[in-house]
């Protein structure tokens, strides 16, 4: 699927979900103005059975004062809120329990016309609420059919590389992800919850109630603490394997090689300005989202996926064809060099059989002698150690990309993942001001930016991989505000079901 019509299925689907939610909605309203006209139609009998109660209510019976209180009762209860009747039947009680009969009897007298017009009201309601519901489910069907034939071709796409990554995916029960899918949900729920409480606290404390002020706080910390708790335990088992990556994206993937000994470095989160849930993997497997669905092998024998990449599961004894298939299926290869000898297998493969503009390395910090071997290996020497890119940091220190004749431009990582804000001058208050724009200098945001440099030098340009890599935690809030929105469906449904 080319990006322009990819481009095209990702705005139909977003309107077709738009539209599905939205006629839900619709369709929710309308049986809830469908249950109140039919709960008004018994208002006829009850209003003319007032009028006859309000008469013999001089005559002082308990069971005559009894009738026109519940007479009340069920008016407030089913008629329209603004209805005529609703007010002129609480007229004449008041005045009734006041020994102000004839008063009574004056606010009910136009009583049975009253009805009469609320009940043209419900009509209308249910009628315009009908039409509107009618012209959204019109709208939902005339965009679910291509958002699913696009789906399809989206599939189709995929097909091949969805069908070599499946045989080593391994088997889930059904309702494992959905169910964990509603955890995450209901996670970033109380995350994003948590954060508008606490920053409504802060910001727009002076205005309102102490009261308010102090039970908002608290509430939002505890809220933001539960949708963390939540989120650590369920987004790992609710990330999609490589399969469902593959079919959901329907692009050629990118390869994402590495020593299984450095997913622990991987797996960290950065603790920046501002807060972040997103290991260093997944802002890097976000970024290079800019290209393709991203893959990795998974370590054998690990009981949850590491969260970035989409993960599949090799045999440890037959590997290297898969890896070789792989290859060439992928529109990109990233092999982020570290020790073990499988790695720099896969290395030499991909430079022996694959096109230079094809393979992205990434090359750790401190590890010694990574850059005299990676230039034995390459067609044309790095020079990776006359850049002192080896001592930036303990990840990713420098991002090499290659143009033609395997012309290697490198593009160190600066400042080095892990490093301190650089000191004094241009760069140094430019650290300041991306702090102040609330633009987070993560390790991974350090990454993508090399990565990118390194690209484009060999002419290989994204415009999104920066704001790829700045993306983390609007998509959590954008998350939050999505589970907070599917929330409203349940609790109107609920609604409507008649338990509150």
Request: net charge positive.
């Amino acid at each position: 699927m080319s990006s322009g019509l990819r481009a095209f299925a990702r705005l139909i689907t977003a309107a077709a979900v738009v539209t599905v939610y939205v006629a839900l909605h619709m369709a929710i309203f309308l049986g809830m103005e469908l249950r109140d006209r039919d709960d008004f139609r018994g208002a006829p009998e009850r209003a003319a059975a007032f009028v006859t109660a309000l008469d013999r209510y001089a005559d002082g019976d308990a069971s005559v004062r009894a009738e026109i209180r519940a007479t009340r009762a069920w008016f407030e209860g089913n008629a329209p809120q603004r209805g005529d009747s609703r007010y002129a039947v609480s007229a004449a009680v008041r005045h009734a329990e006041k020994g102000e009969v004839s008063a009574a009897r004056e606010s009910a007298g136009n009583l049975t016309a009253y009805v009469v017009r609320d009940r043209a009201a419900l009509d209308r309601d249910v009628s315009s609420w009908g039409t509107v519901t009618l012209w959204w489910t019109v709208a939902a069907a005339a965009l679910v059919a291509p958002a699913l034939w696009l789906r399809h071709r989206r599939q189709a796409g995929a097909a091949e590389i969805a069908e070599v990554v499946g045989r080593f995916a391994p088997r889930q029960p059904r309702w494992r992800r959905p169910a964990f899918v509603a955890a995450s949900g209901a996670g970033y729920a109380l995350f994003t919850a948590g954060i508008f409480a606490v920053t409504m606290a802060q910001r727009q404390g002076y205005k309102m109630p102490l009261a308010v002020q102090v039970l908002l706080l608290p509430c939002g910390l505890a809220a933001l603490g539960a949708g963390f708790l939540v989120l650590r335990y369920s987004r790992p088992r609710s990330a999609r394997g490589a399969v469902r990556a593959l079919l959901a994206d329907g692009r050629r993937p990118v390869l994402y090689l590495r020593s299984f000994a450095d997913d622990h470095t991987a797996a960290q989160v950065d603790d920046v300005p501002g807060l972040n849930i997103h290991s260093r993997e997944e802002q890097l497997a976000g970024v290079l989202g800019a290209f393709g669905p991203v893959i990795a092998v998974g370590r054998p024998g690990e009981p949850l996926p590491r969260l970035g990449a989409a993960r599949f599961y090799l045999p440890l004894d037959d590997w290297q064809p898969v890896i070789l298939r792989l290859m060439e299926l992928s529109q990109l290869i990233v092999l982020s060099v570290g020790l073990g000898e499988g790695l720099w297998w896969e290395l030499e493969q991909a430079v022996s059989s694959h096109p230079a503009h094809k393979v992205v390395l990434l090359v750790p910090g401190r590890t010694a002698g990574v850059a005299e071997r990676l230039d034995e290996l390459l067609p044309v020497p790095s020079r990776l150690g006359e850049l002192s890119a080896g001592d930036g940091g303990p990840w990713i220190s420098a991002a090499i990309a290659f143009g033609p004749g395997w012309m290697p431009h490198v593009c160190p990582v600066e400042p080095a993942a892990g490093a301190a804000p650089p000191r004094g001058g241009r760069v140094r208050r430019a650290y300041k001001a991306s702090l102040g724009t609330m633009t987070v200098m993560t390790p991974a945001r350090h990454v993508a930016r090399a990565m990118k440099s390194a690209l484009a030098s060999a002419g290989v340009r994204r415009w999104a991989v920066i704001m790829r890599a700045d993306m983390g935690m609007g998509v959590t809030l954008g998350k939050g505000f999505l589970a907070l929105g599917a929330l409203a469906l349940p609790y109107r449904a609920l609604q409507l079901a008649g338990f509150w």
